[in-house]
């Protein structure tokens, strides 16, 4: 339940003026707006009583900011709640046209997105396996694959209210680019998004995909029962979204969270010789990912003699008995169990999910937890995802809708400079503010 706020008076001081001044009445109706507004969102439809109650603004307040927002086409009427003692009262709920969030993963085998109302349903969804060779062409076709999306909707992408991209790396304001782009070459180059921009908007936000795969966690996953938790993927690449007292942990240059960078190589991909691939990879993509990828369990399978193209096939392999491969899974658990054993002891997280496709194979929660048991001082829970391919899809929606509705609400014809300069800066559901590409 929704702790119950005080009503908002003209005794209110806005800061960062001449040392604090009197809220004007048209800042005060915008504050007890976004109140009301916020409200409803998180539990849906309510009546003007049931605002009354949760929110501590008097009926009279409540009733002038409900018109206000009807007006402004952000909540509608619901219905009437009847079945109750007395008289019927008129529900009022979150308008789902109001806006539109547009989600997108650009992976590195698949493109996928989903478009959503400003509720959280799901309109349209696709997915593409992209063969394209470049990253230009690879961000062209998810242009395309967006524009399919919209229009199976029926919205033209110029009616989209956010869209959040999920993509390796982290955002560099200095360069104006992708940071860290892992193994997808070409990724980091300014051009990118520049051509992300025209084609999205000046407010398209990028996320770290596995960041946003920890949102979808926090969501819909395990993570809402852990006020505190551990996403960790491993698959082409390595990586994790941590979860903080229920707020998403960026760090202070946006790389909390690589852990392909620690300096742990002694896996199932590690190689001794000077100058070899694994070691210019590993200066590429960090120590750990070179060690421990899909690529490096391949080549450590084809050093102990197997014939092999995927990751998969050795897992295969080794559920079928073959001792090689049970040897190549079992180094990988335990340099995957190193990694985990860092972040606990740091951290301390009363819960790691493994997701990707190797977190997510059959077996490997339970190996990694064996070895994290003689490595760790404490052993958290550890859990597989049940998300599915969709989980970075899933969190750039839940960010984009956070920040479809600050954008809406600061809007309002109510709200002061003050009130809208606030809603573009302040801190996203995750507890941090999330770049715009604009700013």
């Excluded at 048209?26 to 309510?46: D, K, S």
């Excluded at 240059?253 to 620690?262: K, Q, R, T």
């Excluded at 599915?388 to 899933?394: H, L, N, Q």
Aim: aromatic share 2%; glycine share 12%.
């Amino acid at each position: 339940m929704t702790d119950s706020l005080p009503e908002v008076t003209s005794q209110v001081q806005v800061q960062g003026q001449g040392g604090g001044q009197a809220a004007r009445p048209q800042l005060i109706r915008a504050m007890n707006e976004q109140l009301l507004l916020n409200q409803i969102r998180q539990v849906g439809p309510c009546s003007r009583a049931d605002l009354a109650r949760r929110s501590g603004l008097s009926k009279p307040t409540v009733s002038l900011a409900l018109a206000n927002v009807e007006r402004s086409g952000l909540v509608r009427t619901a219905g009437q709640r009847t079945g109750v003692p007395g008289r019927s009262a008129v529900l009022y709920e979150i308008r789902p046209e109001a806006g539109y969030v547009l989600g997108l993963d650009i992976g590195h085998e698949y493109l996928r997105g989903a478009l959503t109302d400003l509720t959280g349903e799901i309109l349209a969804k696709a997915e593409s396996r992209s063969p394209a060779a470049s990253v230009l062409k690879r961000v062209g076709e998810l242009i395309r694959l967006a524009d399919g999306i919209c229009a199976a909707a029926g919205i033209a992408r110029a009616q989209v209210t956010q869209t959040v991209l999920g993509s390796p790396g982290v955002y560099d304001p200095g360069r104006d680019a992708i940071a860290l782009p892992g193994g997808m070459p070409g990724l980091d180059r300014p051009t990118v998004l520049a051509g992300l921009r025209a084609a999205f908007g000046q407010d398209l936000v990028v996320e770290n995909d596995v960041d946003a795969a920890a949102l979808a966690e926090r969501e819909h996953g395990h993570g809402r029962e852990f006020p505190s938790f551990a996403f960790v993927s491993i698959g082409t690449g390595i990586g994790m979204g941590l979860v903080l007292g229920g707020q998403l942990h960026r760090g202070a240059h946006g790389v909390a969270g690589e852990i392909a960078f620690l300096p742990i190589a002694d896996g199932a991909g590690s190689q001794s010789a000077d100058h070899s691939p694994e070691d210019q990879e590993a200066r590429k993509r960090g120590t750990l990912e070179a060690a421990s990828s899909a690529a490096a369990i391949v080549r450590a399978a084809r050093r102990s003699g197997l014939r092999t193209t995927s990751a998969r096939q050795v897992f295969v392999a080794a559920a079928a008995g073959d001792a090689r491969a049970a040897a190549v899974v079992a180094a990988e658990a335990r340099l995957v169990a190193k990694a985990i054993c860092a972040i606990v002891t740091v951290v301390d997280p009363g819960l790691v999910v493994l997701g990707g496709g190797i977190g997510q194979a059959p077996g490997f929660a339970t190996a990694v937890t064996d070895e994290l048991r003689s490595l760790a001082p404490v052993l958290p829970e550890i859990r597989v995802s049940a998300l599915g391919t969709s989980a970075v899809v899933d969190g750039c929606v839940a960010a984009g809708a956070d920040l479809a509705w600050r954008r809406l609400t600061a809007s309002l014809p109510s709200a002061q400079p003050e009130v809208a300069a606030a809603a573009r800066h302040q801190p996203s559901a995750d507890g941090a503010v999330v770049l715009s590409l604009a700013d």
